[in-house]
């Protein structure tokens, strides 16, 4: 059973940094194609980024020159930096998995498990 668990939100003021974290299990993020969405109520969830098993990362235009995202393959966690941070970053964030991506790594159709996310604020 593959569950995937974020941590790390909070709220932070505008021009912070937070580091969120995705601890996946049943589910080798290795070999998987990882990858963080954003949402805010009545807005369609958004791309941040994602990473497949041979490290390539892509990034949603607007957001590759202030988040990053990494995993540690050993411990099995996928992470997402963030620097600074903006009001219009508040959103719920959500970690996401597939075991392998057809198309658009961006995509949210493309992933099969997600984890409940954890709630970003960033205030003015």
């Known amino acids: 059973q593959v569950q995937l668990v974020e941590s790390g939100g909070g709220s932070v003021q505008a021009g912070g940094s937070l580091k969120l974290s995705c601890v996946a299990s049943?589910?080798?993020?290795?070999?998987?194609?990882m990858a963080w969405f954003r949402q805010t109520p009545g807005k369609e969830r958004e791309a941040v980024a994602s990473t497949n098993s041979a490290g390539t990362t892509s990034y949603t235009n607007s957001l590759k020159e202030r988040f990053t995202i990494t995993k540690d393959n050993a411990k099995n966690i996928v992470y997402l930096e963030m620097s600074t941070l903006k009001p219009d970053d508040t959103a719920m964030y959500y970690c996401a998995a597939a075991l392998w991506v057809y198309g658009d790594s961006l995509r949210p159709n493309e992933y099969t498990y997600w984890g409940p996310g954890t709630q970003v604020t960033v205030s003015s």
């Open positions: 049943g589910i080798t993020v290795a070999a998987a194609v």
